[in-house]
T-cell receptor, first 109, second 114 residues
Framework: GQQVMQIPQYQHVQEGEDFTTYCNSS?????IQWYKQRPGGHPVFLIQ???SGEVKKQKRLTFQFGEAKKNSSLHITATQTTDVGTYFC?????????WGAGTKLIIKP | DGGITQSPKYLFRKEGQNVTLSCEQN?????MYWYRQDPGQGLRLIYY???????QKGDIAEGYSVSREKKESFPLTVTSAQKNPTAFYLC?????????????FGPGTRLTVL
């Protein structure tokens, strides 16, 4: 079946360093969404990408959708403590969202 | 306030008991979903409903049942047939079931089987 692989599972960074998470699909996606889940919380929608090669920015966050619409990435510049949480991609397959396993962003003390 | 509510926040159950998790939304959304999240993992779809009185199985429906008698409500029953029910359960809704909808999540119910 359709799968979305997300890597890495965890990323430890010093505050101020950059963070990147990647998603790869086995099939072409009609769109991809990104969500953030704070520790103990629920997923909150961040953004949706629809077009091939699309790039969108939200302050320090940059989202990309690959040309073949099979991969996507989220890059955070100069991480802050408020960025802590797990970031999920979710690709739209044939009928429903297919979720990646998430990347947990951990800020080193 | 508009939103999705789930109750209870924490639930403890003895083995062999059925338990029902509540999910209510006042967003006037047509579609509702139930997901299961296990530690360190993504979300897995249990059931979804795109309209009242209709619902479909997701990827892990075995041992679960749902109903959609009202637009606002989509309760999930975890039956004794579910082999490993301890998990975090998330309910979500979207305007419709279309491919560009975003999903809005409730705060979740953490179920522990003792």
């Amino acid at each position: 079946g359709q799968q979305v692989m997300q890597i890495p599972q965890y990323q430890h960074v010093q505050e101020g360093e950059d963070f990147t998470t990647y998603c790869n699909s086995s099939t072409t996606l009609s769109n991809i969404q990104w969500y953030k889940q704070r520790p103990g919380g629920h997923p909150v929608f961040l953004i949706q990408l629809v077009k091939s090669g699309e790039v969108k920015k939200q302050k320090r966050l940059t989202f990309q959708f690959g040309e073949a619409k099979k991969n996507s990435s989220l890059h955070i510049t100069a991480t802050q403590t408020t960025d802590v949480g797990t970031y999920f991609c979710a690709g739209r397959g044939n009928y429903q969202l297919i979720w990646g396993a998430g990347t947990k962003l951990i800020i080193k003390p | 306030d508009g939103g999705i509510t789930q109750s209870p926040k924490y639930l403890f159950r003895k083995e062999g008991q059925n338990v029902t998790l509540s999910c209510e939304q006042n967003l006037n959304h047509d579609a509702m979903y139930w997901y299961r999240q296990d530690p360190g993992q993504g979300l897995r779809l249990i059931y979804y409903s795109q309209i009242v009185n209709d619902f479909q199985k997701g990827d892990i429906a075995e041992g679960y049942s749902v109903s959609r008698e009202k637009k606002e409500s989509f309760p999930l029953t975890v039956t004794s047939a579910q082999k490993n029910p301890t998990a975090f359960y998330l309910c979500a809704s979207s305007i419709s079931g279309s491919t560009t909808d975003t999903q809005y999540f409730g705060p979740g119910t953490r179920l522990t089987v003792l």
